[in-house]
């Protein structure tokens, strides 16, 4: 029996019209994912925009230096029959402060010639900083009272070796070609903000004589010299613990002496916008947007916004990572919710203190006892000699960043200036000029002939002829007492053949 075509179409929509509903709100659904997909896109694209045209700028005012010196006929230095270089200084060399001398310009740090926009405080102006590209910095007046800007100078470098030596690491050494040592270059960014009275660095018996004569404008009572290395919680311990007993109001921002930076008044608004945080105690971090997943930088986790109206782009951190492996460090770029831990830290110094006392007893105990007898120099050493051997090697990471951030403590600005902490002669290699298809030179390009070599990083630091034929990404440190030669894609493993030469009984050269 047959039913007629009238009865049919009613039984077939019944049937079928909550499966076309289901349909429907599954495209909608997916339409819906899409806009916001797109919205998410347009808002990066506009951060990169931003971030470009910061760029562009730092290019063009370059170019503009670089033809205002040709137009004054200023002479590049040429090689004299005497053996200097035609770039002035070779890498490994620091000049004094102030020559004249005109060197290769890296492309990563890019003197800022422009000066200082006049704008009140009270009026936003577009800055290359993460989610609202806004900032409230005040670019006329760039001092920020109460703060004091602490460097941790210690390391060997030894991923540098043998450019980097224990007694002259890298960072009292001149590796952009400009006359400045990575010291130096810290400093000069950081002391608009805090002047010599309240800037403090914290290094080793080794080291004060050169720290010295490289900043003759670091008063005598802000050097902290600690008697051995104990990694960065001690060192910025020791500073914090010494300003707190000075100023218990002072609000401290440690940053290490031999990073590099480019984009400095982004640099500058991110750490105004750190101490704001730092005020309501919090121990803040400045998160770097990362340009590539990085297997050699630790990893901070964004969480929600803080929603600070003097701090706009202030994050909770939801948690620190340690150097991921290459996959994971693609998953954490494609997210976008992941910035590098550059180990820069604004906050109050009694507050880290606090932190100290709750995560490490002991280290804050050894410490406090220091900091009260440290101006007395009478008592200074007899302390040190008793306490200072005894405190725990740890980083600040692992003593207090990491836990503090499981108890919504720890707060982070996302930023976007160029950073880089010169891990290995490939990033350096990245940080210098060439030629197309030529390798890197750091020092007297006269000394270093090639053919069909491209790519890598040569140093003729012994004043030898150095040659290289059909050979690639190369890395070659000559040394007067020392030759290293290995490829890029390994420089990061230069450490371990660093502590096979001291196994071998060659600490001499270390």
Aim: proline letters at 7%.
């Amino acid at each position: 029996m047959s039913v007629p075509a009238a009865q049919a179409a009613p039984a077939a929509q019944a049937v079928g019209g909550p499966a076309i509903e289901f349909m429907f709100k599954q495209i909608m659904e997916a339409v819906h994912k899409s806009q916001m997909e797109i919205a998410e896109l347009r808002s990066e694209c506009h951060e990169l925009r931003q971030a470009n045209a910061s760029l562009e700028r730092q290019v063009r005012e370059g170019i503009q230096t670089m033809h205002m010196h040709n137009h004054a006929g200023i002479d590049w230095p040429r090689r004299q029959n005497n053996g200097t270089s035609r770039l002035g200084t070779p890498g490994f060399t620091t000049p004094a402060p102030g020559s004249p001398q005109l060197r290769a310009k890296s492309p990563f740090l890019t003197p800022n010639t422009v000066p200082s926009l006049a704008v009140p405080p009270s009026i936003y102006v577009p800055s290359p900083l993460s989610d609202n590209a806004l900032t409230q910095f005040n670019f006329g007046v760039r001092e920020i009272p109460g703060f004091w800007v602490v460097i941790p100078a210690g390391g060997a470098g030894t991923r540098l070796w043998p450019l980097s030596r224990e007694e002259h690491p890298k960072f009292l050494l001149d590796l952009t070609l400009k006359g400045r040592s990575l010291i130096q270059a810290t400093w000069d960014r950081l002391i608009p903000l805090s002047s010599a009275a309240r800037t403090a660095i914290v290094a080793g018996p080794a080291h004060v004589k050169s720290i010295k004569d490289q900043l003759p404008d670091l008063l005598p009572h802000n050097l902290f010299c600690e008697p051995s290395a104990k990694d960065s919680m001690a060192a910025i311990g020791l500073a914090a613990a010494i300003l707190a007993e000075r100023d218990p109001n002072a609000i401290i921002g440690s940053f290490a002496a031999d990073h590099m930076i480019s984009g400095d008044d982004a640099f500058l608004a991110a750490v105004a916008e750190a101490v704001e945080v730092a005020k309501k105690d919090y121990l803040v971090t400045i998160g770097i947007a990362p340009s590539h997943p990085s297997t050699g930088f630790g990893y901070v986790r964004l969480g929600e916004k803080l929603g600070f109206k003097d701090a706009p782009n202030a994050r909770l951190v939801s948690s620190f990572k340690e150097k991921p492996d290459a996959r994971t460090a693609a998953a954490y770029i494609k997210t976008g919710n992941y910035r590098w831990n550059a180990g820069m830290f604004v906050t109050k110094a009694a507050f880290l203190m606090e932190l100290l006392k709750e995560y490490k007893p002991e280290l804050h105990e050894g410490l406090q006892k220091i900091a009260r007898a440290w101006d007395d120099e009478s008592m200074r050493q007899k302390v040190l000699d008793e306490i200072w051997p005894g405190l725990e090697k740890i980083a600040i990471d692992n003593a207090v960043a990491e836990p503090a951030a499981l108890d919504r403590r720890v707060a982070v600005v996302p930023a976007t200036f160029g950073w880089d902490d010169v891990g290995d002669f490939s990033s350096l290699a990245d940080l210098l000029p060439a030629e197309s298809n030529q390798p890197r030179i750091l020092g007297d390009s006269g000394l270093v002939v090639t053919e069909q070599a491209a790519g890598g990083i040569v140093v003729p630091g012994s004043g030898r002829l150095v040659s290289l034929l059909g050979v690639d990404d190369l890395v070659i440190v000559d040394m007067p007492d020392t030759l290293l030669v290995t490829t890029r894609a390994r420089s990061q493993e230069v450490k371990r053949l660093v502590k096979k030469c001291r196994d071998a009984g060659w600490k001499q050269l270390l």
